[in-house]
């Protein structure tokens, strides 16, 4: 199970860091995506992470501004989210499988992943 959380409104150019806590297995034995879904459209890949391997992925419209980690302690990952966009608004999901990697890109698909948080709103001002 995936509890999402810390989702908001910001200011543009504001943070947020979104919670995805995991029960039931255990995150430094996982691959951890977010994606990102606008109303109409399709859910879009945001950022992942092959936690043993240590290897991330993510979109470029993210380059620079988002990055993810963990507490073991807490089973929970999460997405720092910085200088953000109005074009950043969108529910956000996390979302867990068995690690894996091809190369060392880390699962990225929505396909690869079987488990999935609720997703946690955010919204981003001009």
């Known amino acids: 199970q995936l509890q999402a959380s810390g989702g908001g409104l910001v200011q543009a150019g504001g943070s947020l860091r979104l919670s995805c806590a995991v029960s039931g297995r255990t995150l430094s034995r996982q691959s951890m995506a977010w994606f990102r879904q606008v109303p109409g459209k399709e859910r879009e890949f945001v950022i992942a992470v092959s936690w043993s391997v240590g290897t991330t992925y993510n979109a470029k419209s993210v380059s620079g501004r988002f990055t993810l980690s963990r507490d073991n302690a807490k089973n929970t990952g999460y997405l720092q989210m910085n200088s953000l966009k109005p074009e950043d608004t969108a529910v956000y999901y996390c979302?867990?499988?068995?690690?894996?990697?091809?190369?060392?890109?880390?699962?990225?698909?929505?396909?690869?992943?079987?488990?999935w948080g609720q997703g946690t709103q955010v919204t981003v001002s001009s």
């Open positions: 979302a867990v499988d068995n690690d894996y990697v091809l190369g060392t890109v880390p699962r990225h698909t929505t396909d690869e992943y079987d488990y």
